[in-house]
């Protein structure tokens, strides 16, 4: 399973920025998707998943409210729909897919190349 993950760049604070992640190789439909982060000289760190069926989603604290994570299982794509963008915010992101049960157990077995996110205050 390939993914790729697009739509980072650069944003002044309390803007907004979609990602997205093309799935490729793979059954798409069938896999548990997420989202994480790693900025400079931190650890990797869970946004947001979302279920098999998009039925369920959950949200890393900081990031709820302003985040909205959705697939669209025809297009074999997940987005991250992030707003009111803080300097925080700034990180690599990656997405990642997964066989159901990822969703709960946060843990997910293919992994995107990483897409930046610069905000500026």
């Known amino acids: 399973v390939q993914l790729q993950a697009s739509g980072g760049g650069q944003v002044q604070a309390g803007g907004s920025l979609r990602l997205s992640c093309a799935a490729s190789g793979g059954t798409f439909s069938t896999y548990d998707m997420g989202w994480f982060r790693q900025a400079p000289g931190k650890e990797r760190e869970f946004v947001a998943a979302?279920?098999?069926?998009?039925?369920?989603?959950s949200y890393e604290d900081s990031v709820k409210g302003r985040v909205t994570i959705s697939r669209d299982n025809a297009k074999n794509t997940v987005y991250l729909q992030m707003n009111s963008l803080k300097p925080e915010d700034t990180a690599v992101y990656f997405c990642a897919g997964g066989p159901r049960g990822s969703y709960d157990r946060r843990t997910f077995l293919y992994w995107g190349q990483g897409t930046q996110v610069t905000v500026s205050s």
């Open positions: 979302i279920s098999w069926t998009g039925g369920r989603t």
